[in-house]
Nanobody, 122 residues
Framework: QVQLVESGGGLVQAGGSLRLSCAAS????????MGWFRQAPGKERELSAV????????DYADSVKGRFTISRDNAKNTVYLQMNSLKPEDTAVYYC???????????????WGQGTQVTVSS
């Protein structure tokens, strides 16, 4: 089993920044992907960013490209999502997830954190 715990959400004004963290523990794998998804009220869960282990390759949704950065700290088994220039439409519950395929589909990810709320005020 893999446990994922997110932190770092909160309330921020438009134009501000937040950094989310996702600490992983439990079973380890030689290769996998970590993704940050978000889900706004009444909307489907969508991928914001993904990072591949061990290559470090990243990919972003068009809606966050140039504003969000996904990164990792191997020693801490932690993935980060740096969010800059936040907009009210970024308001959502953000989840980290682990899977085996670099996919934008939530169903391709096997392990999920509990989520952290990000609210951006205008």
């Amino acid at each position: 089993q893999v446990q994922l715990v997110e932190s770092g959400g909160g309330l921020v004004q438009a134009g501000g920044s937040l950094r989310l963290s996702c600490a992983a523990s439990g079973r380890t794998f030689s290769s996998y992907v970590m993704g940050w998804f978000r889900q706004a009220p009444g909307k489907e869960r969508e991928l914001s960013a993904v990072i591949n282990w061990p290559s470090g390759n990243t990919d972003y949704a068009d809606s966050v490209k140039g504003r969000f950065t996904i990164s990792r700290d191997n020693a801490k088994n932690t993935v980060y999502l740096q969010m800059n220039s936040l907009k009210p439409e970024d308001t959502a519950v953000y989840y980290c997830a682990r899977g085996y395929l670099q996919s934008s589909r939530a169903s391709d990810y096997s392990y999920w954190g509990q989520g952290t709320q990000v609210t951006v005020s205008s």
